[in-house]
């Protein structure tokens, strides 16, 4: 099947420090990225949702100037958590869509310290 | 609005018991995609199956089936005969036929004793 690489699998970043993540898929055009977060022993919420090339749409909560996402290209999207404070641990993953499929990263555990 | 509830927060069994989890959804899409996940201890999320809403065929894979009962909105899954490494979070999730959110429910883990 087809495959979404996301990347760091795990990261520990200093409170007030910004942290970037990334989803390549390997052999798929992702015309669409949803993000989602989950805290621990939680659910998975949607964070937001970015077609290639247009600003991502976010859900109701999240602040888009904090969590930054680009989709400036249709095999990888990025989302950058900015000036991260401890309560933005969490794991995030992304999903990417082609066409009538979709699939998830890998996920990634970020630790703010 | 779409809404997943997974009633059971943990379920303990012994190996080689079945286990059945239930999941119950909300939408007023009328064409929609159900979807089981496993969430192993790693994180990662393993995709299970994707039903849409007008095949209601029960399905079987291995030791997993699935009984999807569209006059009820349930769509539960059954592990049977368990092994330890059953032991996971497993997600219900729903999306509607335009946009292909998701949304979970509470997730159910279930923990297989040897």
């Known amino acids: 099947g087809a495959v979404v690489s996301q990347h760091p699998s795990r990261v520990i970043c200093k409170s007030g420090t910004s942290v970037k993540i990334e989803c390549r898929s390997l052999?798929?055009?992702?015309?669409?990225m949803f993000w989602y977060r989950q805290f621990p022993k939680q659910s998975l919420m949607l964070m937001a949702t970015s077609n290639e090339g247009s600003k991502a749409t976010y859900e109701q909560g999240v602040e888009k100037d904090k969590f930054l996402i680009n989709h400036a290209s249709l095999t990888l999207s990025t989302l950058t958590v900015t000036s991260a404070h401890p309560e933005d641990s969490s794991f995030y993953i992304c999903?990417?869509?082609?066409?009538?499929?979709?699939?998830f990263g890998q996920g990634t555990r970020l630790t703010v310290v | 609005a779409q809404k997943v509830t997974q009633a059971q927060t943990e379920i303990s069994v012994v190996e080689k018991e079945d286990v059945t989890l239930d999941c119950v959804y909300e939408?007023?899409?009328?064409?929609?995609?159900l979807f089981w996940y496993k969430q192993p201890p790693s994180g990662e999320l393993v995709f299970l199956i994707r039903r849409n809403s007008f095949d209601e065929q029960n399905e079987i894979s291995g030791r997993y089936s699935w009984n999807f009962q569209k006059s009820t909105s349930s769509f539960n899954f059954t592990i049977t005969a368990s092994q330890v490494v059953d032991s996971a979070v497993y997600f219900c999730?729903?999306?509607?036929?335009?946009?292909?959110?998701?949304?979970f429910g509470a997730g159910t883990t279930v923990t297989v004793r040897a």
């Open positions: 999903r990417g869509k082609e066409g009538t499929e979709a699939f």
């Open positions: 052999d798929f055009q992702a015309t669409t």
């Open positions: 939408t007023r899409d009328t064409t929609y995609y």
């Open positions: 999730a729903l999306s509607g036929n335009n946009d292909y959110k998701l949304s």
